[in-house]
Antibody
């Protein structure tokens, strides 16, 4: 069974760093792109970027380029999304999803709250 | 950068009604278009990919059509469990860019 399991909810202060994770199982992790999607409270889905764990080829939405870093560790079938300095406006639910003709499997989401 | 629009932004229909949602790309995207359903408080779910291919396990009352710039998602007979927000997403296989539309909220009248 294909599964993407994300790390738990986080509460951080502005200026802090954060790295959240997405662990894949039940399929060949290195053979499918993994994307990240932001959903701010009460808002729509925003595509952030995508990584191919096989060779770490990474693409970013222009809206998120330079704001976040996407990475992967294929040895442990895990993709990451990280921030070096969080802002209150980063408060959102973040989803990872496997890309295969659209995003066919999704993680359960990681809620990130940034508040002083 | 290719932009995606959806119409309407929201709609209210009766159980059993035929519902159509439109998605438009600012430039041609061939058939690289997916549709998702997101119920309140839940994870998005893939309904259709390649504009018209139904994802496994999705009820046959959902269908998609279109190519180029104009696409539609149709629910042939709206059911109470279809209350959700529906998003289109364009994907560029070569550039790996996956922009979402703004969403269409569907309610029961």
């Amino acid at each position: 069974e294909v599964q993407l399991v994300q790390s738990g909810a986080e509460v951080k202060k502005p200026g802090e760093s954060l790295k959240i994770s997405c662990k894949g199982s039940g399929y060949s992790f290195t053979s499918y792109w993994i994307g990240w999607v932001r959903q701010m409270p009460g808002k729509g889905l925003e595509w952030m970027g995508i990584i191919y764990p096989g060779d770490s080829d990474t693409r970013y939405s222009p809206s998120f380029q330079g704001q976040v870093t996407i990475s992967a560790d294929k040895s442990i079938s895990t993709a990451y999304l990280q921030w070096s300095s969080l802002k209150a406006s980063d408060t959102a639910m973040y989803y990872c999803a496997r890309s295969y003709g659209g995003y066919d499997y999704w993680g359960q989401g990681t809620l990130v709250t940034v508040s002083s | 950068d290719i932009q995606m629009t959806q119409s309407p932004s929201s709609l209210s229909a009766s159980v059993g009604d035929r519902v159509t949602i439109t998605c438009r790309a600012s430039q041609g995207i061939s058939n690289y278009l997916a549709w998702y359903q997101q119920k309140p408080g839940k994870v998005p779910k893939l309904l259709i990919y390649a504009a018209s291919t139904l994802q496994s396990g999705v009820p046959s009352r959902f269908s998609g059509s279109g190519s180029g710039t104009d696409f539609t998602l149709t629910i042939s007979s709206l059911q109470p469990e279809d209350v959700a927000t529906y998003y289109c997403q364009k994907y560029n296989s070569a550039l790996r860019i996956f922009t979402f539309g703004p969403g269409t909220k569907v309610d029961i009248k």
